[in-house]
């Protein structure tokens, strides 16, 4: 554990006189020396457009970055280089496939979502029913935080064009049994799309096993930097859907009458992409690689169980969502206090937490709350940081 | 409370545990803002928490605002803000310096746009009410 802390430099930043306490993981990840140097030492070393250019800098550019989505694709376990598509993140997929899937929906079609989702997952789909007179349907969410499966069942029917979650809660931690999820969309006859946003860093996600058409992360949620991301999306379906934006990169040939388009996975990369975000996600996927994964998800795990008991000791704690499976976030309230009250109190003491409604408002509704305080959890959290957000707690409740 | 005893009080305070203390109790105190009053109309949205706000134009030629919200340290720099402005006339408070009298008392995070706490929202709408009715 202070091997991989000793990883990242900002782990080393005094706060009030203190190391800062970082449990806003959900939120974005701090960053390896391995990824910041591999940023850099592309600017410094290697700089160049992509793709079109025969001297040394632009192939070497061009390797590294195309040596990046190989190792995207061993990383979740697609079949072919091909189904990688670089993206600005989960959002940016989700969108694009939204955007690509508008022909499959006709007026009284249904897409499927869950109360469970991230705006991310819920607003793209919400514009092609707009445009296509699709209508929205969710699966409930339970008050332990879990989906609720019969009604999953229930809402799914030969009228379901398109099934739509996440792999992994963003608020609650709530890990969602997607491939039984997934199979029984697919059964149906929907085209499944899973934000795997917060599932990348924590479990192994095996994209061909899942069986899911696509899946979406983001690179600034596992240790790589913000503004990349990928799609994956089986060929066939990424061969179906039309590309979304027009420019250099994506097309064969074009002529002022019209062109013709690459075939996946540029199709769907208009323009110079964002090379250096590409490498540095290929360096966070090799360092994830490089280091004893399952062993730290396991401490991590331990941790998380760990420090939820020491805070459900505190009076006045209430823990929101108890799922069966929890992935590395305690989302709780104080009786009395609003959260952000709580989050203000824990800054304070150099505690960082996430509080609001965490980008998922449909979920706060449902459960009926104005929102949460979010601790959330990465590979490099210790013993300190957990006990250092007990106390603050405990010391934050005699204030309210 | 008024601003200057606001100040000297502050003042007193050796860390930042007293401060916040001090502020939640402030919170504790502002009076409630009736269940009625509390319409969409009177909403200033903040990212994490609301704040309401209603005010009414004295024969005096003062304005009197009425300020809630469901977060309490919220609350406490609400009667802040309130100690400086509520009772004011518009020019007043277009004259007043919101921003230098939260730095003065260290507070000034609690106004940046990250925080989502609608208390910069609010300030906002208090000195666009307080033009309106300098007209």
């Known amino acids: 554990?202070?091997?991989?802390?000793?990883?990242?430099?900002?782990?080393?930043?005094?706060?009030?006189?203190?190391?800062?306490?970082?449990?806003?993981?959900?939120?974005?990840?701090?960053?390896?020396?391995?990824?910041?140097?591999?940023?850099?030492?592309?600017?410094?070393?290697?700089?160049?457009?992509?793709?079109?250019?025969?001297?040394?800098?632009?192939?070497?550019?061009?390797?590294?970055?195309?040596?990046?989505?190989?190792?995207?694709?061993?990383?979740?376990?697609?079949?072919?280089?091909?189904?990688?598509?670089?993206?600005?993140?989960?959002?940016?997929?989700?969108?694009?496939?939204?955007?690509?899937?508008?022909?499959?929906?006709?007026?009284?079609?249904?897409?499927?979502?869950?109360?469970?989702?991230?705006?991310?997952?819920?607003?793209?789909?919400?514009?092609?029913?707009?445009?296509?007179?699709?209508?929205?349907?969710?699966?409930?969410?339970?008050?332990?935080?879990?989906?609720?499966?019969?009604?999953?069942?229930?809402?799914?029917?030969?009228?379901?064009?398109?099934?739509?979650?996440?792999?992994?809660?963003?608020?609650?931690?709530?890990?969602?049994?997607?491939?039984?999820?997934?199979?029984?969309?697919?059964?149906?006859?929907?085209?499944?799309?899973?934000?795997?946003a917060q599932a990348v860093l924590h479990k192994h996600v095996d994209v061909a096993a899942l069986d899911c058409d696509f899946y979406a992360f983001s690179g600034h949620k596992m240790y790589g930097p913000t503004g990349i991301g990928v799609l994956y999306g089986k060929l066939d379906r990424l061969e179906a859907l039309p590309p979304w934006q027009g420019g250099g990169e994506m097309i064969e040939t074009v002529t002022l009458s019209g062109s013709t388009y690459q075939r996946p996975p540029y199709k769907f990369e208009a323009g110079t992409p964002h090379i250096a975000g590409a490498i540095g996600l290929g360096a966070a996927v090799s360092y994830l690689n490089d280091i004893s994964r399952d062993e730290l998800v396991a401490a991590e795990n331990e941790l998380v169980a760990k420090t939820l008991s020491q805070l459900r000791q505190i009076p006045g704690f209430r823990l929101v969502g108890e799922p069966a499976e929890r992935s590395a976030v305690i989302s709780f309230l104080i009786d009395g206090a609003h959260p952000q009250d709580v989050g203000t109190l824990l800054d304070q003491q150099g505690v960082a937490v996430r509080t609001g409604h965490h980008c998922a408002m449909p979920l706060m509704q449902a459960l009926g709350i104005p929102g949460t305080v979010r601790a959330s959890f990465s590979l490099y959290n210790n013993a300190e940081d957990a006990d250092r957000l007990v106390r603050a707690v405990d010391k934050a409740t005699t204030f309210l | 409370m008024t601003v200057d005893e606001l100040k000297e009080t502050f003042g007193f305070f050796d860390d930042w545990e007293d401060k916040y203390r001090f502020v939640i109790d402030m919170g504790k105190d502002l009076p409630d803002m009736p269940d009625a009053d509390k319409l969409e109309d009177n909403l200033v949205r903040g990212c994490q928490s609301q704040v309401w706000l209603t005010h009414s134009l004295g024969d005096d030629g003062k304005l009197s605002l009425h300020i809630d919200s469901d977060a309490f340290i919220v609350r406490g720099l609400i009667s802040i803000v309130l100690a400086a402005l509520d009772g004011k006339t518009p020019e007043e408070i277009l004259g007043y310096d919101v921003e230098a009298l939260f730095d003065e008392l260290e507070l000034l995070t609690h106004l940046s746009p990250t925080r989502g706490n609608g208390l910069r929202a609010m300030v906002a709408r208090i000195r666009q009410i307080a033009e309106a009715e300098s007209v």
């Open chain 1, 1 to 196: 554990m202070s091997a991989i802390r000793a990883d990242f430099p900002i782990l080393e930043r005094v706060h009030r006189d203190a190391p800062l306490v970082y449990l806003d993981n959900a939120a974005t990840t701090q960053k390896p020396v391995a990824v910041i140097d591999a940023i850099a030492d592309y600017y410094r070393l290697h700089n160049a457009n992509v793709h079109r250019a025969a001297y040394v800098l632009a192939e070497e550019a061009t390797t590294l970055m195309e040596d990046a989505r190989t190792a995207c694709q061993a990383f979740i376990g697609a079949r072919e280089r091909a189904e990688i598509v670089f993206t600005r993140g989960t959002t940016e997929a989700i969108n694009l496939v939204a955007n690509g899937l508008s022909s499959v929906c006709e007026p009284g079609d249904e897409i499927l979502l869950t109360e469970l989702e991230h705006h991310s997952n819920i607003v793209p789909w919400q514009m092609l029913a707009e445009r296509s007179g699709a209508v929205i349907r969710a699966v409930k969410v339970r008050a332990d935080g879990e989906l609720d499966l019969e009604d999953f069942y229930a809402k799914l029917t030969d009228k379901t064009r398109i099934f739509a979650c996440n792999h992994v809660s963003n608020a609650l931690g709530t890990v969602n049994p997607a491939a039984e999820l997934v199979q029984a969309a697919r059964d149906a006859g929907a085209i499944t799309v899973v934000d795997g």
